[in-house]
């Protein structure tokens, strides 16, 4: 069996309490949402924070928030409310269909959003206990010298394997964090590094307090995922669509590709084919093939990198004919 090291922890009731907690703790420390991911890597020595300042007991991070210019949902909500909540049903289908997506109904009722947002990132050679990465000497992201991966490469490649974040970026969501110094709003998309360790662009001791998603105004989404189990399985590939019509063409679309790099990555090319275009069979053609250049799987994740890159054509096809017959 494996055990949770030992720590303390802290359960503070405001948001501000919590960071001044973790700024104070310094390095050997993390915040826990829901704990789906921390704990376990906390029993795999994945990590080993020695304070662990809980999110679950601060009111400001449980709710959601419609207002005239779009939803906030605040980072603590359970993955389950998100789906049963009304209004993110019927303006952003999209997104709750994402969520849906994530693991099994238990996980969704303890996993959050924001801890979903800021999932680690995954790897064949990480995600294994201690005793098993011992006896390869470790990895790149941790204890060890080498990325088993690419021996040759300089940075870890394990590949972000978030469900929500592609559909996110599509839909031109926004993150609220809390430091010290203050808050900041930043596009979700510019909360992610392609580098498997500093995966993040956000400090150490800033705190995710909300995702805000911008009134649907016209855009739709869609996502398309691959993996092995039908039941519950991280996406080895994922695919976040949105577009927005005008007059029967697309006006503007934001197409995102998951779990086949360390951040996610945005698909320009295939977005270019599409501006101005009838969703049609044509573009949507034109618009996938264009998708499997920036697609670079690698080999540490399940399935054949080079059929995840042949697969990227079919799910970016998939998510855009949902958008067209939708
Ligand atoms: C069996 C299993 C299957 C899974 N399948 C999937 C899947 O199919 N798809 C998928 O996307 N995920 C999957 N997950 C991962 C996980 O359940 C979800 O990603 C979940 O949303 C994580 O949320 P959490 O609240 O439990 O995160 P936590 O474990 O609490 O936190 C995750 C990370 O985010 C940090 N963090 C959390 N909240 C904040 C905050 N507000 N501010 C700053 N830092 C924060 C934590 O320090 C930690 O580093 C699976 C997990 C398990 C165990």
């Known amino acids: 069996m494996m055990r949770l090291p030992r720590f303390r922890y802290f359960a503070p009731r405001t948001v501000r309490e919590a960071v001044r907690i973790k700024t104070d703790a310094g390095p050997q420390s993390a915040y826990v949402a829901g704990g789906t991911d921390l704990y376990p890597n906390m029993k795999r020595r994945q990590q080993t924070p020695q304070v662990v300042v809980g999110l679950s007991r601060i009111p400001a991070l449980a709710r959601i928030r419609s207002g005239s210019d779009g939803v906030s949902i605040g980072s603590a909500v359970p993955l389950s409310a998100v789906e049963g909540h009304r209004r993110l049903r019927r303006d952003y289908p999209g997104l709750v269909h994402a969520v849906e997506e994530i693991s099994t109904p238990p996980l969704r009722n303890m996993g959050t959003l924001g801890g979903n947002l800021l999932l680690d990132t995954r790897c064949n050679y990480y995600d294994q206990n201690f005793e098993w990465r011992q006896a390869i000497q470790f990895c790149l992201k941790k204890d060890g010298n080498v990325c088993w991966v690419a021996p040759g490469s300089p940075k870890c490649l394990a590949v972000q394997s978030a469900d929500s974040v592609p559909v996110l970026i599509a839909l031109g969501a926004h993150a609220l964090l809390v430091s010290p110094e203050g808050e900041r ?53 994922s695919v976040g669509a949105a577009v927005r019509g005008e007059g029967g063409l697309v006006a503007e679309c934001r197409l995102v590709l998951g779990g086949v790099s360390s951040a996610p990555v945005r698909l320009s090319a295939s977005e270019d084919i599409l501006r101005g275009h009838p969703l049609d069979d044509e573009s949507i053609a034109a618009a996938a093939d264009a998708a499997a250049g920036p697609s670079r799987p690698m080999d540490n994740t399940d399935f054949s990198f080079l059929w995840r890159k042949e697969m990227t054509r079919k799910f970016v096809a998939a998510a855009l004919e949902d958008l067209a017959s939708g």
Do not use: C, H, M
């Open 185 to 237: 709003d930043i596009a979700v998309e510019d909360l992610y590094r392609n580098d498997g360790i500093a995966y993040l662009t956000k400090q150490p001791e800033e705190l995710l307090k909300e995702i805000r998603l911008p009134k649907p105004d016209g855009w739709r989404a869609s996502y398309r995922k691959l993996r092995r189990r039908g039941a519950f399985d991280f996406p080895v590939l």
